[in-house]
């Protein structure tokens, strides 16, 4: 499959997202929806402050969350705050997972996600609670929270919740996983008398192992040293994944042998422990393995091992400058690029979208220009290429970046469009845009006061007039039940771009 034709998915839903064009970006309007808009419309354009990772709006959205009625809502603010790690919204995540009933999994879930990734210590003692609740999924992510948290303190009342005999055997690998996370040295007897008694169990083994490679205790070395010739691929990844734990023991030889295994599994593992182990022996492998393996997922694991090296950044951005380089890859330069804000991707970038100009079916511009979205003043200068692409994907992404980043330096460009671009959903975008810069904001009006809550004795006019009474802010309707869109899919051709 050629790298067109894997990103065709990703550009689908990109000029699905796009609409996203016909929503004001004026702060005056954005702020009315928050505070008076039906609860679609509030998720709307959460979902779209999240796509840009819009901070202006913070507050706004508390109060949006205090007053929701659907989880739907809920849930797009969840996950706004937790794209940010903003800890914001703690307490109120903390209440309403205190009172889980009626609620949906996915917002619960989600605001599980979104406790750990802030690393809520104040937390610890709700999941703790939750582990002994009625709603399994959530006990199970209660218990991974833990594991997350390194809730060390919650370790013994963890291993005693395993040996009771009235504990859920599903939860045990999930037990298992947060000792791990926890690097709970105090639960090596434990894991390792199960994973003696258990030579049966291959998949509860291996999560054993994956544990004890994380806690890097020595007395569990003799298992991960047999574990590494077994025939069971699954515990032979586990043991080569915690190769990097055990820095005395580890040999690169045993490495490289790993990444030439038959099993992808094993493979990725090999990836995975030489990005801990950094040997400079294993770089020609590695770089090998970006190009030729035939499992996308050992490729990516290879390129994320690399990007660990000293001269990570600059192999990275050689990836993302290529135009051979197979869509998995690819992507994944991108994405590493973008997060860890390398020196030198906006000269990558620019070759990119010079390079793809130049193909007829090239996604690539579409793709950065949707991706850049939340770096969008960092790179504003490279959409003035995006704009002279000629795929309407690209040009509309842009343009979606032009608007919310307010980039008129670009109005000459979007007359043109308006006027004269060959597709007219891009047409009608670039005029939306300027009609919406050509309106001049509102001039600010004082809000009229409401009137007290009264008793059926009382009247408005019974109140002092030098002291007005504080506006009250109305509550939000509740809207038809929304779900939150789907991320678009990265590419995944497993061969070089066409």
């Not at 929503?23 to 509030?42: D, F, H, N, P, W």
């Not at 840009?52 to 705050?81: G, P, S």
């Not at 990516?300 to 290529?322: E, F, I, R």
Request: charged share 25%; hydrophobic share 45%; proline share 7%.
């Amino acid at each position: 499959m050629s790298f067109s034709k894997a990103c065709s998915g990703l550009l689908l839903a990109l000029i699905v997202i796009m609409p996203n064009w016909a929503q004001s970006t004026s702060k005056e309007e954005r702020t009315a929806v928050l505070k008076y808009g039906i609860e679609t419309e509030v998720l709307d354009l959460v979902r779209s402050l999240r796509q840009e990772k819009n901070t202006d709006y913070r507050d706004d959205l508390l109060t949006a969350y205090d007053n929701a009625r659907t989880d739907d809502l809920k849930e797009a603010i969840v996950l706004f705050f937790l794209d940010l790690k903003d800890s914001g919204l703690e307490d109120r995540a903390i209440a309403d997972l205190g009172s889980p009933d009626k609620k949906g999994n996915s917002l619960l879930l989600n605001t599980v996600s979104y406790l750990t990734e802030i690393k809520s210590t104040k937390a610890k003692e709700t999941f703790m609670t939750l582990v002994s609740g009625k709603n399994k999924v959530l006990a199970l992510a209660s218990i991974r929270a833990l594991g997350k948290l390194a809730a060390v303190d919650k370790v013994d009342d963890l291993v005693k919740l395993y040996n009771d005999a009235e504990t859920d055997p599903n939860f045990k690998p999930d037990l298992i996983w947060a000792f791990g996370e926890m690097k709970a040295t105090t639960a090596v007897p434990l894991l390792l008398k199960e994973y003696d008694e258990n030579d049966s169990q291959p998949l509860l083994r291996r999560a054993i192992l994956e544990a004890l490679g994380k806690i890097g205790d020595e007395s569990a070395w003799d298992r991960v040293a047999a574990a590494l010739a077994d025939t069971n691929t699954d515990l032979r990844a586990a043991a080569v994944a915690s190769l990097g734990s055990y820095p005395k023991h580890a040999d690169p030889a045993v490495l490289l042998g790993a990444l030439r295994d038959a099993q992808p599994a094993v493979r990725l593992a090999g990836a995975q422990a030489a990005k801990a182990m950094l040997k400079p022996e294993l770089k020609d492998m590695l770089g090998y393995r970006v190009k030729k393996d035939p499992d996308p997922k050992v490729r990516v694991g290879a390129l994320q091992a690399l990007a660990a090296y000293d001269d990570g950044p600059q192999t990275v951005l050689g990836y993302l400058a290529d135009n051979k380089t197979d869509s998995a890859v690819w992507r994944e330069s991108l994405n590493l690029s973008l997060d860890k804000k390398y020196p030198g991707a906006y000269d990558a970038l620019e070759k990119v979208l010079a390079l793809d100009a130049k193909d007829k079916n090239g996604p690539l511009s579409a793709i950065v220009g949707q991706a850049l979205l939340a770096q969008r003043e960092t790179y504003r200068k490279l959409y003035g290429l995006i704009l002279k692409s000629d795929k309407p994907a690209a040009r509309a992404a842009a343009l979606r970046a032009i608007q919310v980043g307010k980039f008129t330096e670009y109005e000459a460009d979007l007359k043109t469009m308006s006027n004269k671009d060959t597709d007219p959903d891009v047409k009608a975008q670039a005029a939306a845009i300027l009609k919406e810069w050509a309106t001049p904001a509102p001039p600010a009006k004082p809000v009229a006061a409401a009137a007290p809550i009264t008793t059926p004795a009382t009247t408005a006019a019974a109140a002092p007039a030098a002291t007005p009474p504080v506006p009250a802010t109305p509550a939000a309707p509740a809207p038809t039940a929304a779900s939150e869109p789907a991320t678009p899919a990265p590419p995944g051709s497993t061969t070089a771009k066409n």
